[in-house]
């Protein structure tokens, strides 16, 4: 947003400076991106006075001036200067522009220094308007009246000290978008008053010879409200040079008087306008929608190819404007223009902002109207436009055509003055609350705010409160400490499951494991392989076919950074990741995993064969002491009930009863090789939420129990079927008495042929042995041998063996 200092003071009553505006408007939220002051390129040059100019001694075309100035401004004691000048027309009694040596010239990029021409002195210039950058005329000096007042700044003599400011406005204040709506909030912090703008009704002189509708489908939403009327025996030339300057100043190129008024009141109001030849027209006016085929030469001199679905005006033969957007060439205004057809009308934001993407189209209508402009004062924005036009153009005025209804913005919120203070942290006066409020354009009954309706951003009671902040400035804020909810040390205030995801990450670090945060979303292939890959968790909109889907295990992205760490050369790696996996799309359908792999050898190469590939015991252990972090029982049931993509003989359940806790073990090789894997992979997941939670909450850990009894250990040899797990004697000798029996432990497994020939086709032995710990009194021989026959008892019963003679 651009705008100079003389448009806004045409709003705003102020004596303020510059710097003071210019804070206010940062302070306010309308941060200032820059400022182009004429006063510091231009604030040197002031007007002089040639007392003599006579022919240069050794040379034709140069002339010596003898230049009387006023460094002091008007009313200063002059000073004489000797300029050596090549300029056509100076002469004595010249009242020109004067630049002292040290002045930067803008038109040329020099700065002045004293020089000495063909063995004369020279000190300064006396310049034309292209050294000043006014124009590209440099045939001669500027030749001002002979009563110009000597000593004042050129700038201020022609007007030109009109500061351009340049304001980034955010998108939720549409309203900032016109010098107008800067000008209210300036007034409303105290740096001036705004003045009225009266809007009077222009009577028509005739009827509207162009008629004006809008399909119904779009009267609902899309073109709710549409006006305009036609202007006759209107003379298009150039603007007003006042008019031109302030378009000049904020970079748009003055046309002619029509289109120059419809940016003015763009700029100035917000008020976005468009005009037509009426000759140029067939027929009426019509807003509908775009058929697919058609297409429209715009002012930019570029045909777009219109898409069904795209709004625009038409006559009774083709489309002569992108509705809100931009006009068509073929209607436009130009230099024979008699009778005009000026349109003001309100346009859907999205569908505006829909159209100009699609056509990728930038103009100063679009990006008012997307952002929404005031649909209150499409009519008064009429009739202020067609007197400017009657004012500068002449004609007589149609009577107003309409279609549609302005729509009603009214809505009220309720205002609570002590809000200000628990919301924002700052004590304002209710009074001056209520004048900030009035000020800024909402109309206070009661303890009721009706915001304006140029202001769609306000929408609630906090919203009430941040203008009112906004206002008194949020600079005035006093950092203070947040007060203690309660006194003493604060109770934790992470949840359990918050625990154990730190508990799990710390772990895993230790372990050596390097963690990966990967994306929650995978391929559809991927998250087939792993279970998922349904359209519950497809995504619609993705940022890639590759992120197509919720992962269902965050085994995939470990395999994916896995492989491209190989393809770089790094082939032994431990990866692990703590994240949400999903099962659906629905917000309960979540879960957080603790996951691992390992690839390649536990070791770097040495010379002591420490060196191994990983295996499944490798994950076992790391997904035990995850486990164990996370306070999972110690005694747990291991079972073959594994996900697909694990492999059916080497990986293994860690469960309490139908509870899976854990998987372990070596992915399946088919995962491993679509997943572009070389070599093995062994893996685990834990479920953190499915380890039960401790029975005691307790920070502490419970009394060290030690005892003083002597321990005794007997080893077990049992023959039973070689398909016998050794894990379910572990389990059945450590049932055998709770109390006494400290440890189970395998330490021998007899198998092969030579177990075969000495205790039957499809049996091994295996051999335990078993820790008894007393902690009351000393074992005896009986007490031994009781635990031993109920021992060889479980056992037997539940792996079918027999005790090994």
């Known amino acids: 947003m651009k705008f100079t200092l003389s448009w806004l003071k045409d709003h705003l009553e102020t004596t303020a400076s510059l710097d003071d505006i210019l804070y206010a408007l940062t302070d306010l939220g309308h941060e200032v991106e820059g400022v182009e002051n004429p006063a510091d390129t231009l604030g040197a040059f002031r007007i002089c006075r040639v007392i003599e100019a006579v022919q240069h001694p050794n040379a034709d075309r140069l002339r010596l001036c003898r230049v009387e100035t006023f460094p002091g401004g008007p009313g200063s004691a002059p000073e004489e200067v000797q300029v050596v000048c090549g300029a056509h027309n100076a002469r004595t009694g010249l009242v020109g522009v004067f630049a002292p040596v040290g002045t930067h010239v803008p038109g040329t990029g020099v700065d002045l220094k004293p ?55 955010t998108p939720n204040r549409p309203d900032g978008l016109g010098v107008r709506g800067l000008a209210r909030d300036l007034a409303a912090r105290g740096l001036g008053t705004l003045k009225p703008m009266d809007v009077s009704e222009i009577k028509g002189d005739f009827p509207c010879p162009v008629t004006v509708t809008i399909d119904a489908d779009l009267k609902t939403k899309a073109a709710p409200h549409f006006t305009g009327r036609v202007i006759r025996g209107v003379k298009n030339g150039p603007s007003p040079a006042w008019l031109q300057a302030r378009l000049r100043a904020i970079g748009l190129r003055p046309i002619s008087a029509l289109v120059d008024i419809t940016n003015y009141f763009t700029v100035g109001l917000n008020r976005p306008l468009h005009v037509f030849d009426v000759a140029k027209l067939s027929g009426g006016l019509q807003i509908r929608m775009a058929a697919e085929g058609e297409s429209l030469l715009a002012l930019d001199d570029k045909t777009y190819a219109l898409r069904a679905g795209q709004m625009v005006i038409a006559d009774d033969t083709a489309p ?46 679009r990006y008012r109207f997307e952002r929404g402009v005031d649909p209150a004062f499409t009519l008064p924005g009429l009739h202020l436009a067609t007197q400017m036009i009657l004012d500068l153009c002449g004609g007589e005025a149609s009577t107003v055509v309409t279609d549609g209804a302005a729509i009603d913005t009214a809505r009220s919120y309720k205002f609570d003055a002590a809000r200000t203070g628990s919301l924002v942290g700052m004590e304002i006066a209710e009074s001056e609350q209520r004048q900030t409020l009035t000020a800024l354009g909402f ?13 769609p951003d306000v929408q609630g009671e906090a919203d009430l409160v941040e203008e009112i902040a906004r206002v008194a400035s949020l600079s005035k804020l006093v950092g203070k400490p947040l007060p203690r909810t309660q006194a003493g040390v604060p109770a934790p205030i992470l949840t359990p499951a918050q625990i154990r995801e730190r508990s799990a990450r710390r772990t895993l670090a230790a372990l050596g494991y390097n963690e990966c945060v990967t994306y929650s979303f995978i391929d559809q292939t991927s998250a087939t392989l792993f279970g998922g890959g349904t359209d519950a968790v497809r995504v619609d909109n993705p940022i890639s076919s590759e992120m197509s889907h919720l992962r269902p295990d965050l085994l995939p992205g470990l395999l994916r950074a896995a492989a491209r760490n190989q393809a770089r050369g790094f082939m032994d790696m431990q990866l692990a990741e703590v994240g949400p996996a999903f099962s659906g799309g629905e917000p309960g359908e979540q879960h957080t995993q603790a996951a691992g792999i390992l690839v390649g050898h536990n070791a770097p190469r040495d010379p002591y064969g420490s060196r191994r590939p990983v295996d499944i015991y490798d994950a076992k252990a790391d997904a035990e002491a995850v486990l164990a972090a996370l306070g999972a029982p110690a ?35 088919k995962i491993v090789t ?66 006494l029996i400290a440890e189970v432990r395998l330490f021998d497994q007899f198998t092969g042929e030579k177990a075969e020939a000495q205790m039957g086709e499809g049996k091994k032995s295996i051999a335990l042995t078993v820790r008894l710990q007393p902690t009351q009194t000393t074992l005896t021989d009986k007490d031994i041998e009781a635990v031993s026959a109920k021992i060889i008892e479980k056992v037997s019963k539940a792996t079918g063996g027999t005790l090994r003679g």
């Not at 000096?141 to 500061?163: K, S, V």
């Not at 109309?443 to 202001?455: E, F, M, V, Y």
């Not at 679509?674 to 850990?701: D, H, N, S, W």
Request: aromatic share 6%.
């Open 635 to 669: 005694r747990a049931q291991i079972n073959r009930k594994v996900p697909a993509w694990f492999h059916p003989g080497r990986a293994g359940t860690i469960a309490l009863g139908p509870n899976a806790l854990a998987t372990y073990g070596e992915l399946h090789p």
């Open 320 to 365: 002569v404007s992108l509705a809100g957007i931009m006009g068509g060439e073929t209607s436009g205004c130009t230099e024979v223009t008699n009778d005009v057809f000026l349109e003001s009308a309100y346009w859907d934001p999205i569908t505006i902002a829909a159209t100009g993407r699609a056509l990728k189209i930038n103009s100063d209508a």
């Open 115 to 169: 020089g000495n021409i063909r063995g004369i002195d020279s000190n300064g210039m006396l310049c034309s308007e292209r050294e000043l950058m006014l124009s590209d005329d440099h045939d001669g000096i500027i030749d001002l009246p002979e009563d110009a007042p000597l000593g004042e700044r050129f700038i201020d003599y022609r007007g030109l000290n009109d500061p351009m400011i340049y304001v980034k406005i």
């Open 443 to 455: 109309t206070l009954n009661g303890d009721q705010a009706i915001p304006p309706s140029w202001r």
């Open 674 to 739: 679509e997943m572009g894997i070389k070599g093995p992979v062994m893996a685990f997941t834990v479920y953190p939420a499915k380890v039960p939670q401790p029975k005691a909450k307790t920070t502490t850990r419970p009394a060290l129990t030690i005892s003083d009894l002597q321990a005794v250990e007997r080893d077990f040899a049992f023959v039973v079927d070689k398909g016998v797990e050794a894990l379910t004697a572990l389990n059945a000798a450590q049932g055998a008495d709770k109390a």
